[in-house]
DNA sequence: ACCGTGATGGAAAGCGCTTTCCCCCATCGC
DNA sequence: GCGATGGGGGAAAGCGCTTTCCATCACGGT
């Protein structure tokens, strides 16, 4: 049972009858060659003992490992979710193991995964949108990726290219500002945004697209209502807006979740979405195109974006920084009809 | 630059000018006491030189990792997604990082990352939901679980007891007879059930509980409609049911992915659910809590899931099998509303 | 004053691999 | 027929830690 330790590649190859160095190439591949009879002979005597290497030993040996670590805020919001599946199918082609990091969004964790992921001599780092404004926290962040670079980690980013790694670049800025211009064109004249915290860039960005697209088209800008980056942050908001008294004829939640938040609370206070108000979001997340009145927002390739990431990192390391980026598609649906 | 090898050690040992025993007596702890000024020196000489442990020769040399491996079908998916999280919630509270094997279903996959994580000797693994009748496969798993367990690993599954391993057993049957009776007692009579494939367990047991629900109070079955076990195939499940003339006052998609897509084809098909038809799920995926009509389901607590796993895997590890039963609540939305 | 005791520091033996050398021997060219 | 050549096996030196086993040293009891 548990009594007898696991077979090491020396009892393999005294089994089989050849020297350590033999049973190491003929299992675990090398540029040697090892005849075909001996290689057998190994083989078989790996299968016999039941033989399974040790990959941290073999981390050890090699000086380099199988595994990369994802960052990510939260893992059951499926924006990340959505991206970390597109990174793992990749990961998997490659032949690496993902170590995944919930942040939880806390400064603290996210600094102690990163050190964590260095201790463990990770071979790359995917960080997917952490990304805050607080210098502070994202300096230190920059320092521990440049020391886990230095010692020949590789690293990219999602979202913003505030860190000193490759990153895909997401148009978080143009994707609203189109959203905009779509939007007037559909013939709506007063906005709202419903945004998140004030230091986080996606929020920040897609408000800051969505304003310019609207004061370039109409000379005014869109009112704003902040609350948290999620549904019930988009209720919340939105529910305050109404009660406001709406001056406005569409609202852009600056992600779907808070807009599905938006369009619920509207439910709630008896406003018609599509009729009485138009309601769009930003991501396009898969579970949520079948709410009604279907959301207009912003498509992004969420699952390309992570595989696209992991490609980044693991491809030839360049001397600068490359941007990769990756433009969102408006999408029209019921929530924002043409406006008679 | 990346030129200076990173610091181990003994360099650290050096530079504070004491063992290397005394060095990783003070920085990593053990039960052994360091005089506190040396202690210091320690200390110092590692933050001087960006020392950083090397987890893989800690893992050799202690003979044990700080990784647990966790076996999910789609992480994209929300209920895999949502138990991820609150196992990830969970590691994080121990210290553990978790390595996210996306075996996308397939059998071959989940074989592979299973050969992996033991390579890697994790400290344990937890397999979601990757249930099936494939009696070789599920054999195979067994025997792959078993040898790893044998080398010390320890392990837990997530939903049937199929796997000579703790695990946390969701109340399929239960939850899902629990619902028929409630969609009985609210007066509806004609019941369909639109499943995923035959040799997915969680299906089966969802549709087999609810025909037992149904049958014990009506006397008659309720029909099937088989397709996959997805948004999409809901969609083609309750189309090709409407299609045929559908001679019943509600449905039960197995789960709320494919009761969405249920709920979408019905739309399409000009059919008002909550009036013409009642529509039920099973799970309460969170992001789908804002469809409309609200969508009627057995709630399933999915985050607390995952913690449970981890907890079980990291536990006292016991003589026999042990099973931690789930049970779902039954949520009543507007999708079946009273039937006058 | 002497010896048992407990607290600490250090030397060194691994942990399980990979890989560099080194060596042997069968081939090959002339 | 003989040295040069190269394919392929093995010994052994690490890789960076942890931990056992000693060795010291300062005390306290009698």
Redesign the pocket.
Known sequence: MAGE??A???DVAREAG?????A??A??G?D????PE?QERVLAAASKLG????AN??A????STETVGLLVKDISDPYFSSIAGGLADEAEKHGLLVMLCNTGGQPEREKKFLAALRRQRSRAIVLAGSDTADVRHTGEVAGLLTSYLDGGGRAAAISQPRLPVDTVVIDNHGGAKALAERLISLGYRRAAVLTGPEDLLVSAERQAGFAEGWLEATGSEPATVGDEFSRDGGHRAMSRLLEDGPDVDCVFAVNDLMAVGALAACREAGVEVGRDLAVAGFDDIETLRDVTPGLTTVRLPLAAIGRLALELVLGEPSAELRNKPIHGEVVVRESTPPRS
Chains 1, 2 share one sequence.
Not at 18 to 22: E, F
């Open positions: 330790r696991a090491t590649l020396s050849v020297s350590l160095a033999t190491s190439r299992l675990n090398s040697r060659v090892v005849r001996l033989y399974t290497a040790n030993a073999q050890m040996a090699r000086g």
